[in-house]
């Protein structure tokens, strides 16, 4: 049964000198306003954490970093956070935005290579997001070709974890369009509450 549930936020936020921590993951738009993806991160993740606390006591949550922290700590840093909990009672699951070309939308999950523990957790959130997704006609960036809805990498997060792990691509912050969503409270709180709808689904079936 899972009793620890660790949150990652990814990259980092802004000091207390008004510096992005982290080197790169931002965009600057025409209009000159720029998305910072750790803050974006920490936006949906501290929403997805006060969700998940509505949970009984049978489950404990655990952030690497916590919202209002602007480190950016290590990846193996948030490695060893998960690693210290038993790997059977645990899940990973870090948030991410995206970015490429100022013109990709859309969602994406992805665990590692091959049939995975994580593989079911994934499924579990995408089938969450799907229909939230689908009424504001977002794009699902879905891998179909083995049969589910992930896409597969090797990031250290994922790879180095004992417990089933998965990492968020909820939208792409250099994208105007995806960057209003998510300036916009009640899309985060929407979809903080779906990640966490898919969370709890997982847990109800592996109890």
């Given at each position: 049964m899972i009793k620890y549930i660790v949150l990652d936020f990814g990259h980092g936020g802004i000091d207390e000198n008004g510096n992005y921590t982290t080197r790169g993951k931002k965009h600057t738009f025409p209009n000159g306003e720029t998305a910072?993806?750790?803050v974006i991160n920490r936006r949906i993740g501290g929403m997805v954490r006060?969700?998940?606390r509505m949970l009984d006591d049978d489950y404990t949550i655990i952030t690497t970093v916590d919202e209002n922290d602007p480190r950016d700590?290590?990846?193996s840093y948030r490695v060893r956070v998960a690693n210290q909990?038993?790997?059977s009672q645990t899940l990973f699951i870090s948030i991410h935005n995206n970015a490429f070309n100022s013109r990709a939308r859309g969602f994406e999950i992805y665990t590692t290579r091959g049939v995975t523990r994580s593989d079911a957790l994934a499924e579990s959130i995408a089938n969450a997001i799907e229909p939230f997704y689908k009424d504001l006609q977002?794009?699902?960036r879905y891998d179909l070709s083995d049969g589910d809805k992930d896409k597969e990498a090797e990031f250290y997060v994922l790879r180095r974890t004992a417990c089933p792990a998965v990492l968020?691509?909820?939208l792409f912050f250099d994208n105007a369009e995806?960057?209003?969503l998510l300036k916009?409270?009640?899309f985060v709180k929407d979809l903080s509450w779906r990640i966490f709808v898919g969370i709890r689904n997982y847990l109800e079936a592996n109890r």
């Amino acid at each position: 049964m899972i009793k620890y549930i660790v949150l990652d936020f990814g990259h980092g936020g802004i000091d207390e000198n008004g510096n992005y921590t982290t080197r790169g993951k931002k965009h600057t738009f025409p209009n000159g306003e720029t998305a910072y993806e750790g803050v974006i991160n920490r936006r949906i993740g501290g929403m997805v954490r006060a969700f998940l606390r509505m949970l009984d006591d049978d489950y404990t949550i655990i952030t690497t970093v916590d919202e209002n922290d602007p480190r950016d700590l290590s990846l193996s840093y948030r490695v060893r956070v998960a690693n210290q909990y038993p790997a059977s009672q645990t899940l990973f699951i870090s948030i991410h935005n995206n970015a490429f070309n100022s013109r990709a939308r859309g969602f994406e999950i992805y665990t590692t290579r091959g049939v995975t523990r994580s593989d079911a957790l994934a499924e579990s959130i995408a089938n969450a997001i799907e229909p939230f997704y689908k009424d504001l006609q977002l794009k699902l960036r879905y891998d179909l070709s083995d049969g589910d809805k992930d896409k597969e990498a090797e990031f250290y997060v994922l790879r180095r974890t004992a417990c089933p792990a998965v990492l968020l691509e909820c939208l792409f912050f250099d994208n105007a369009e995806d960057f209003a969503l998510l300036k916009d409270p009640e899309f985060v709180k929407d979809l903080s509450w779906r990640i966490f709808v898919g969370i709890r689904n997982y847990l109800e079936a592996n109890r």
